[in-house]
């Protein structure tokens, strides 16, 4: 793709908005829209169908995974790419969202870089999984299996090959980084990437993730690959 990813911004502080336009468009990245709750969200997601839409955990009126759940569902969108802002202090709320299909959360003290990069990573269709808080998403999930219930998947149809390349996704390794550590072409681990989503029937990166961190797959993971003390 070569044009910019075109962004809808909501979040109800102005100065993390502005901060954020400033960020983007200095990229050359276009914020088509803002809104300062998750209903203003969802009119301009339908009105303005943009790429990606970077989306506030907390908001009045709506929060941000009632209105990530009306977006995804919503043909008039368009289909776009949902990243979440939150912090830590929410996490059950970012899970959540995850599993009704968001690609992927910031933290809102991100760096310029690492949030221009975001951007353009989900606009492509991969999902964002920075390795430091995906150990945080896989640990509560750990402990928290019946938070991911909706995305319970038996890991069974995987081969050993296929549950590696799983673990290894749920450090938030890049294919690019997956390739150098199993010594394969970079071609063949998006094949694996590819047949792993499509077995468990997944959207992106982030459910697998959401996946493989769930108790029952864990131990069934670990049988197999041995990855657990890698993921903690």
Do not use: C
Request: hydrophobic share 50%.
């Amino acid at each position: 793709m070569t044009d910019p990813p075109r962004v809808l911004l909501a979040d109800d502080q102005t100065l993390v908005r502005t901060g954020f336009r400033m960020i983007l468009g200095a990229d050359g990245i276009d914020v088509v829209a803002e809104a300062t709750n998750g209903a203003e969200a969802v009119e301009a997601a339908r009105r303005t169908r943009p790429d990606v839409i970077l989306l506030d955990i907390r908001m009045p009126e709506m929060d941000g995974l009632e209105a990530t759940r009306r977006i995804l569902a919503a043909p008039q969108a368009g289909g776009p790419r949902v990243i979440i802002l939150t912090t830590f202090d929410l996490d059950r709320y970012v899970y959540a969202a995850l599993s009704a299909g968001a690609s992927g959360f910031l933290l809102k003290d991100v760096t310029p870089e690492y949030l221009v990069a975001a951007v353009r990573t989900v606009r492509t269709g991969d999902a964002l999984l920075a390795p430091a808080i995906t150990r945080r998403l896989v640990q509560r999930f750990a402990r928290r299996g019946s938070d991911t219930a909706s995305l319970h998947r038996d890991l069974a149809s995987l081969t050993p090959r296929e549950l590696e390349v799983l673990g290894l996704l749920a450090r938030g390794l890049s294919n690019a980084e997956l390739a150098t550590r199993l010594h394969l072409a970079e071609t063949t681990v998006k094949t694996h990437v590819a047949r792993i989503l499509a077995k468990l029937g997944l959207r992106d990166r982030v459910q697998a993730v959401i996946v493989a961190s769930q108790p029952t797959n864990l131990a069934v993971s670990v049988g197999a690959a041995g990855w657990l003390t890698a993921l903690v």
